[in-house]
């Protein structure tokens, strides 16, 4: 069983972002920067099909500055074999851009799985993994919180509004990964020590025109004051008044 | 010809709601351009009877292909059906950001070769690009991207494009499904329904969410009756809640669940970390309760009530029931 996972690099969300003087990206000096966290879902999953299967590889994929090696490295810390740094000064916006060089590099790697997240928290986008399926020919499914495979195919699940659909794909497949699949493993120090021996291939990518960008950014406006109304039951009548008189929502 | 191809999303052979944003959202597109609005309808026999609702909304035209093949969502033949149309020249195409428009939106893209602008909010039309408004970084950040491909594809935030009718004339156009849609490799097996007659958290005007704050998952109760009291309401939660098994993940609110927008939104015993606001900030009107005065909830909330949920939901819940009943 070969498989691929692709990973991007992401800064810390919890941070207090600033636009940048070009009034177009965001200032993120100084900002921490760590493994998506649905992509850490993804590696989770492709790590735990390897060793059911008792072989097989698993190969990092990230794209994007030299930095992004050292989310590789994690990845590799978690039990990943080999990384593959698609090196670009930055990461573009535009999904399509992204998943034509991501494809080029698995185009000829015999992978039996590609994984995805489901969506970068920076872009917003959930587009790349899908894209890449089509470019390869691959079978996809989106956005996936269950998964079993049998030989050559396989059974996942994925939640749609207020509903569960159960989908059947056979091999090779691309799959993005939701929230729910699996947790995530913490490297072990072993797993660190392992790590450091273990092999990233730095290639150029192979960058898509891109056709969407970015023209400008802003902060979203303030949420308005507020207003505590009180403490305990007591306040709840005025509540309720102001939620049929003020906000006309009953 | 500017025409906009608007894809009308449905399930179990009726309409979404989301197809109606999508075509109201073409419309818009159409009439800065001076072009026509195609929706493209996909369903088992007998969708065609949903053509005349598009219409109504906007649609010139209602390409409508009925296959038992597309009894379910069809990924693939949805995708390369709708691809092989827009290679006859269209402007843009517009997807609903549901779970089956950002599926199918990225895979017609692919196709043609294109990139796209995903879950937008509002859309201006430029001679030679849309520009399109789309929350980043969670919600922290607002970004204009402008979509310069051929054709434009955009998904469009569920709520963001409240359906407007524009009746028309409709054209139905019966058509055929590129390949067969029975031949498809990836296929929806089996569609799980949640309980009937729930809203989802996508449609519901009002949310009721609760967090750890409530203790126990027995005490969710008081969240539901809140929302029975209301009547037009879905049950919401917090990732702490979900990872503990006391609701599905399929409820959870925030940065790696649902992005919610109602009208109104109560939050019950929920600290209001910047994961669960980047799922609902956006809301109408923000209602929370939190024993806490100080929690970070009650910076968004628009009325705050301080205090132990488990004594103040239940006095809420009867006031509101009496208030509905008024
Ligand atoms: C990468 C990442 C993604 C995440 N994604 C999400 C997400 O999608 N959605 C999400 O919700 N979280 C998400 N989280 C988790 C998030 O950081 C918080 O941990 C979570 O939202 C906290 O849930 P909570 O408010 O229920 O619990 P807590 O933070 O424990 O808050 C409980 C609140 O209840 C109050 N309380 C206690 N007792 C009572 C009482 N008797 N009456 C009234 N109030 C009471 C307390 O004062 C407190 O404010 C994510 C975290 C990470 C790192
Ligand atoms: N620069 C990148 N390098 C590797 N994988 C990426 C990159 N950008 C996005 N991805 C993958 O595509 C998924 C979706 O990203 P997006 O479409 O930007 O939301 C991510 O969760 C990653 O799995």
Redesign the interface.
Known sequence: MKIAVCIKRV?D??AR?K?AGDGKS?DYTGLKFDMN??DSWAVEAALQLKEKAGQGEVVIISLGPDAVQETIRKALSMGADRGVQLAAAEIP?????I?SALAAELKDGAYDLVFFGKQA????????G??????LGY?????I?KLELQGTSG?AE?????????????LPAVLTVD??LNQARYPSLKGIMAAKKKQIEQKPAQLGA???????????PE??P????????A???E??Q???TE?K?? | MANILAFAESRGGKLRKSALEAVTAARSIADARGGEVHAVLLGASGISGQAEALGRHGADTVIVVEHDGFANYNPEASSAFIADRLASGYDAAVFPATAQGRDLAPRVAARRGVGMASDVTDITVESDALVCTHPVNIGKVIARVRVSGTPAIVSVRPSAFTPVESPREVRVEPASPSGDPSASRVKVVELREGSAGKLDLGEAPIIVSGGRGLKSADNFKLVEDLADAFGNAAVGATRAVTDDGWRPHTEQIGQTGRTVSPRLYVAIGISGAIQHLAGMRTSGTIVAINKDKDAPIFRVADYGIIGDAIEIVPVLTEAVRKAKQS
Not at chain 1, 121 to 128: E, F, K, Q
Not at chain 1, 210 to 218: D, K, N
């Open positions: 800064p969300m919890e972002f636009i965001v966290d649905f916006f535009d999904g399509f851009a998943a928290p920076d872009s917003a986008n959930g587009v790349v899908i894209m890449v399926a089509e470019l079978a996809a499914v989106s956005s919180n059974t994925r939640a749609i509004e207020g509903a569960t659909e159960v989908v059947q794909f056979p929230e729910g891109a056709t969407v960008s970015i023209q400008a950014m802003a902060m979203p949420r308005a507020g207003r505590i109304l009180g403490e305990g039951a306040a709840v009548p509540l309720v102001l939620l049929q906000a929502v009953i």
